[in-house]
C-alpha cells in the first residue's frame, strides 16, 4: 500500500488524471502487502513519471539499431565519446551530457554494448526526459558508460526477497550452468514494461519465458538447471534525484529511502542500497 501525508481527496484527485501506465504503476503498488512511504504526493509523482520514462526508453532502445556486445567488441560514437581500452565509453570533454545520451537513440546504428549498460544508459535517458536538458546536464557530468558503473546521483537500489516488481524496475535472469565459452550468456538484465513484458538489450521484448528459453539455448551440454528471474528488483534512489533537481545540485547527502518497514535490513555500499525484506 501507498502511505502519504496528504488527504485522500488530494490523493484520488491525482490519480485520476495520471497518464496510463503511471496509474497502473500507482494502483499495483496500492494493492501490494508491502508499504510504501512517501514524504509527499509530489515525491510520489516524481517516481511514477521516472518509471514511466524508463519503460519509454526501453523501448526506444530496442528500436534503435544499436546492437549487443561484449566488452571487448563494444563500440561507440566518437563524437560524444572515448572508447576505454576495457571496452566502456567515456563522455568527451566540452560536451553535454544530454547530447552524448541522445546520440545513442539517435544514432544507434554507431553504438553496440552489453545488457548491463544498456539499462544504465535507458536510466539516464529516461531521467533526462523527465527533468530536461538544462537540469541534467548541471547535475550529470563526465559520464562513463561501462556495465553498471553509474554516477552516484543514480544511487541504485536492489530490494531482495519482495516477490514483486513494477514497470521501470531492473531485473535478472540467471543462467546458472552456462557454457564457458558463451559467458555473455550467464544472464540477461532486463527492464520491466507494463503487463508482463521485458526488455533485454540483444533478446528483445517478450515475457520472461522468452528470456529464460534464449539463456538456455546456451547451457552446458547435459545441464539439468534452467535459467530463472532472481527474487530482486533494482531501481534508482527517486527521493535523492528529486532532491538535487528542486536545489539545483547533487545532494551532500543521501535522503532517506521511500520503502520503510519493520523488520527491513538495509545496507549501503558506496552508490548502491541494498533492502532485504
Given at each position: ?41 509530489a ?6 513519471k521516472?518509471?514511466?520514462?524508463i ?9 534503435s539499431?544499436?546492437?549487443f556486445?561484449?566488452?571487448?567488441e563494444?563500440?561507440?560514437s ?9 571496452g566502456?565509453?567515456?563522455q568527451?570533454?566540452g560536451?553535454?551530457?544530454?547530447e ?19 539499462v ?11 527533468i ?5 546536464d ?16 543514480l ?10 516488481a ?19 550468456w ?8 507494463a503487463?508482463?513484458?521485458y526488455?533485454g ?6 515475457d520472461v519465458?522468452m ?21 530482486e ?7 535523492a ?18 520503502m520503510?518497514?519493520?523488520?527491513q ?12 525484506l
Amino acid at each position: 500500500m501507498i502511505v502519504l501525508p496528504e488527504s485522500s481527496f488530494s490523493v484520488n484527485a491525482a490519480v485520476q488524471m495520471l497518464p496510463p501506465l503511471e496509474r497502473e504503476i500507482y494502483e499495483r503498488k496500492q494493492s501490494s502487502p508491502n508499504a510504501f512511504h512517501y514524504p509527499s504526493l509530489a515525491a510520489l509523482r516524481f517516481e511514477l513519471k521516472v518509471r514511466a520514462a524508463i519503460v519509454e526508453a526501453a523501448v526506444q532502445l530496442q528500436r534503435s539499431d544499436a546492437e549487443f556486445e561484449s566488452f571487448k567488441e563494444s563500440r561507440c560514437s566518437d563524437v560524444y565519446w572515448t572508447r576505454t581500452e576495457g571496452g566502456g565509453f567515456r563522455q568527451r570533454p566540452g560536451v553535454h551530457a544530454s547530447e552524448a545520451i541522445r546520440d545513442i537513440y539517435v544514432n544507434g546504428k554507431d553504438y553496440a554494448f552489453e545488457c548491463a549498460t544498456a539499462v544504465i544508459i535507458v536510466l539516464y535517458k529516461a531521467v533526462l526526459e523527465t527533468i530536461g536538458d538544462e537540469a541534467f546536464d548541471r547535475l550529470f557530468r563526465f559520464l562513463f558508460l561501462m556495465s553498471w558503473h553509474h554516477d552516484s546521483l543514480l544511487h541504485l537500489i536492489t530490494v531482495y526477497g519482495k516477490g514483486e516488481a513494477y514497470p521501470g524496475d531492473i531485473q535478472y535472469v540467471k543462467n546458472p550452468q552456462v557454457d564457458p565459452k558463451k559467458i555473455e550468456w550467464q544472464g540477461e538484465n532486463i527492464v520491466k514494461l507494463a503487463g508482463n513484458r521485458y526488455f533485454g538489450h540483444g533478446v528483445g521484448i517478450g515475457d520472461v519465458d522468452m528470456f529464460i528459453k534464449k539463456l538456455n539455448r546456451h547451457r552446458l551440454p547435459g545441464s539439468t538447471v534452467s535459467a530463472y528471474l532472481l527474487d530482486e528488483a533494482t531501481y534508482p534512489n527517486f527521493f535523492a534525484l528529486l532532491d538535487a533537481v528542486g536545489s539545483g545540485r547533487p545532494p551532500s547527502f543521501l535522503p532517506p529511502l521511500f520503502m520503510q518497514s519493520p523488520g527491513q535490513i538495509v545496507s549501503r555500499i558506496g552508490t548502491r542500497t541494498a533492502i532485504y525484506l
